[in-house]
C-alpha cells in the first residue's frame, strides 16, 4: 500500500484460483487497504470449485459480496470439512 501511494497507484485486491475461504481472506484484506476499496476485484473461482472449507460460502448479488461484519475469519472456516480432509 506504501509503494502504491508513493506513486499515486490504487491497489487492485485478488488472489488466483481462490477457494470461498480465500474469498473472504482476500476481500478482508482489500477493504484493510484504503488504496483497494473502491477497485474492482475479480473473485468468482469459488464457484466452480465442488468442495469447499468455509462454513459460508459468499453471495455474489449485483456485481458485490458483502463481508461479515466481523472480521473474525476463524467463524468461516467448517472445521469439521478441515478435519475430513486432514491427512
Known amino acids: 500500500e ?3 501511494a508513493a506513486r ?3 491497489v487492485a485486491p485478488g488472489i488466483s484460483y481462490e477457494s470461498a475461504l480465500g474469498t473472504w481472506i ?3 484484506h482489500a477493504a484493510a487497504l484504503p488504496r483497494a476499496q473502491g477497485s474492482p476485484a475479480e473473485h468468482s473461482f469459488f ?3 465442488a468442495a469447499q472449507v468455509a462454513a459460508r460460502i459468499p ?3 449485483d456485481g458485490r459480496i458483502e463481508l ?6 476463524s467463524r468461516l ?4 470439512a ?3 480432509r486432514a491427512p
Request: proline letters at 4%; hydrophobic letters at 45%.
Open 26 to 28: 482476500s476481500l478482508q
Open 82 to 84: 478441515v478435519k475430513r
Open 8 to 10: 499515486g497507484a490504487r
Open 47 to 49: 464457484l466452480t470449485m
Open 59 to 61: 453471495e455474489i448479488r
Open 68 to 73: 461479515p461484519a466481523q472480521a473474525d475469519l
Open 77 to 80: 472456516v467448517d472445521w469439521d
Open 2 to 4: 506504501r509503494i502504491a
